[in-house]
């Protein structure tokens, strides 16, 4: 059964860090993996997809990465905003074709 | 891309009563899931709904305490049967992809509050 580990669970940072978010997943054998980002209360709205095939997506201030042999994929935020303070969530599409999430790091970026 | 729409936005329950949450896409989608989002937790999976089937469930969850509607490709809802505190929630409508390229798409989410 795939499970996916976020690191850190919370993370607090003043305006202008460059920011690593981690996910780590069980089984490598994967479709795709997404990053969602949840501002509190609402729904989710997609980041960044990466197929299983590739190593990278960038979007903005946001680059993603894959490396699917060791189960990890990073989320890089750069010159952070206040903007950006939200629940960042990982989710491993695999072979039953239903992502798992995981819990998710709660950002929050004070000016 | 898909949009989605839930309704109601948000609503406060007794116990012991139930909510049917809608959910409506703009457009015609093969499968529909249901999610659960417990405060502070992740997202968990309720059920996959289907049009012209019976949802498929998950570990945990029964069609009695969730039945699930699927009328169509575009429409489907998600009742909340016998409520309980434990049933404070944000429940989720997504759907599924067009192909493995495409990303996952949500619905706003129904927060609920049973007291």
């Known amino acids: 059964k795939q499970e996916v580990t976020q690191i850190p669970a919370a993370l607090s940072v003043p305006e202008g860090e460059n920011l690593v978010l981690n996910c780590s997943f069980t089984d490598s054998a994967i479709y795709n993996l997404q990053w969602f980002r949840q501002d509190p209360g609402k729904g989710l709205t997609s980041l960044l997809l990466i197929q299983s095939s590739q190593r990278e997506q960038t979007s903005g201030r946001l680059n993603a990465s894959l490396d699917k042999s060791s189960g990890r994929s990073t989320l890089y935020i750069a010159a952070s905003q206040p903007g950006d303070s939200a629940t960042y969530l990982c989710a491993v599409r695999g072979g039953s074709y239903i992502p798992t999430f995981g819990r998710g790091t709660s950002l929050i970026v004070h000016p | 891309s898909a949009v989605i729409s839930q309704k109601p936005s948000r609503d406060i329950c007794q116990r012991g009563t139930s909510l049917t949450i809608q959910c409506q896409v703009d457009s015609q989608v093969t499968m529909m899931f249901w999610y659960r989002q417990q405060p502070g937790q992740s997202l968990t999976l309720i059920a996959t709904?289907?049009?012209?089937?019976?949802?498929?469930?998950e570990s945990g969850f029964v069609i009695d305490k969730f039945p699930i509607s699927r009328p169509n490709l575009t429409f489907s809802t998600l009742t909340v049967s016998n409520m309980s505190p434990e049933d404070s929630s944000i429940y989720l409508c997504s759907v599924d992809p067009v192909s493995s390229t495409d990303t996952q798409y949500f619905g706003p989410g129904t927060r609920l509050t049973v007291l």
């Open positions: 709904a289907n049009q012209g089937s019976e949802a498929t469930y």
